[in-house]
């Protein structure tokens, strides 16, 4: 509870992981949390994981969101590396 803080905001090699599925607490307030969803727009898509149906992931993305400030109040998280071809 809490430790991905620590973990995300001290990881040099996002090229490497592809996707995370994660809940981010809230223990540390909007600033350090607006932090980490901040570094993690650098790199990653934010997706929907509510979204019910068939879906393509070109969909996701264009329907969802980049601005990492539309997700203050969000706990649950999918993120896509924007490296990675997803067509």
Known sequence: EGAEY????NFDDFHKITSIVMELHGFYGPERRGRLLELLSTH????????????????????????????????NFMFLHKSVSWA
């Open 44 to 75: 990653y898509y934010f997706m929907n994981i509510y979204r019910s149906g068939r879906w393509s992931i070109e969909e996701q993305i264009s329907d969802c969101s980049q601005d990492y400030k539309d997700y203050k109040d969000v706990d």
């Open 6 to 9: 620590a973990i995300l905001e």
